[in-house]
């Protein structure tokens, strides 16, 4: 294919995707990680555009969207998806979601919660997780159990491994039994629910790697979401 065919063949995909966008055909998501306090009106800004421009989205809501194939409310659908499991989440940004009415979307990392308050700094420094200096002066920067439990009755909750460690073609598959399936059934048993969807990271799409989509299978997620889309595993 020529370079010009190139461009025009994605000018035209482009072009379709926008035209999709504008009537409603997708289902939007923005990902957000720490919510600090210092950034609170901030978030409320932005709750109050989303809350006038689209709706929340439930796992009933997918649900129905997949087996239909269409999305029936009258503003498009968008899913604000938490990374880690931060206290500031549910410090900052889990009021903004009861004041404007919309879902959240928790992907937390089992064994930040699962640390002693003394050691989650230090697990947060060896798994890539994202500290604010000084935020908490007692120290826990995770969702405790409790909170998350909270956050589990209206809203939802998915697992984002066990340890927050990356997922390749050449880890181990005891490592991938304890990130993807590990990690589901402690939140089920914490949280005495059904935990529907996985989110691992890097964003790799359902196939991209056969043997822990095996896993993810195999742990009974029916959803995975990738850095593009969110694939319905069952």
């Given at each position: 294919?020529?370079?010009?065919?190139?461009?025009?063949?994605?000018?035209?995909?482009?072009?379709?995707?926008?035209?999709?966008?504008?009537?409603?055909?997708?289902?939007?998501?923005?990902?957000?990680?720490?919510?600090?306090?210092?950034?609170?009106?901030?978030?409320d800004s932005q709750l109050k555009f989303y809350s006038q421009h689209f709706c929340p989205v439930s796992?009933?809501?997918?649900?129905?969207?997949?087996?239909?194939?269409?999305?029936?409310?009258?503003?498009?659908?968008?899913?604000?998806?938490?990374?880690?499991?931060?206290?500031?989440?549910?410090?900052?940004?889990?009021?903004?979601?009861?004041?404007?009415?919309?879902?959240?979307?928790?992907?937390?990392?089992?064994?930040?919660?699962?640390?002693?308050?003394?050691?989650?700094?230090?697990?947060?420094?060896?798994?890539?997780?994202?500290?604010?200096?000084?935020?908490?002066?007692?120290?826990?920067?995770?969702?405790?159990?409790?909170?998350?439990?909270?956050?589990?009755?209206?809203?939802?909750?998915?697992?984002?491994?066990?340890?927050?460690?990356?997922?390749?073609?050449?880890?181990?598959?005891?490592?991938?039994?304890?990130?993807?399936?590990?990690?589901?059934?402690?939140?089920?048993?914490?949280?005495?629910?059904?935990?529907?969807?996985?989110?691992?990271?890097?964003?790799?799409?359902?196939?991209?790697?056969?043997?822990?989509?095996?896993?993810?299978?195999?742990?009974?997620?029916?959803?995975?979401?990738?850095?593009?889309?969110?694939?319905?595993?069952?």
């Amino acid at each position: 294919m020529s370079e010009m065919s190139l461009q025009n063949t994605n000018r035209s995909y482009l072009q379709q995707l926008t035209n999709k966008l504008q009537v409603g055909s997708y289902i939007r998501i923005i990902n957000y990680h720490n919510t600090p306090a210092y950034n609170a009106d901030e978030f409320d800004s932005q709750l109050k555009f989303y809350s006038q421009h689209f709706c929340p989205v439930s796992i009933q809501d997918l649900d129905d969207f997949y087996n239909s194939k269409r999305w029936n409310k009258e503003k498009p659908g968008l899913i604000l998806a938490f990374y880690n499991g931060y206290r500031n989440n549910y410090d900052v940004f889990y009021p903004l979601l009861e004041k404007y009415g919309f879902t959240g979307w928790f992907f937390v990392v089992t064994d930040f919660i699962n640390n002693p308050v003394k050691k989650q700094i230090n697990f947060a420094r060896n798994h890539t997780l994202n500290i604010i200096k000084d935020e908490y002066p007692d120290g826990r920067y995770a969702l405790s159990w409790r909170e998350l439990k909270e956050l589990s009755e209206k809203h939802v909750i998915g697992s984002h491994t066990r340890t927050h460690t990356q997922i390749t073609q050449t880890s181990s598959e005891e490592l991938m039994k304890e990130e993807i399936v590990i990690s589901r059934r402690e939140l089920e048993d914490k949280l005495n629910q059904e935990i529907p969807i996985f989110c691992w990271l890097g964003g790799e799409e359902y196939g991209f790697n056969k043997k822990a989509a095996q896993y993810v299978s195999q742990a009974g997620y029916h959803y995975l979401l990738s850095n593009f889309k969110i694939e319905k595993i069952k």
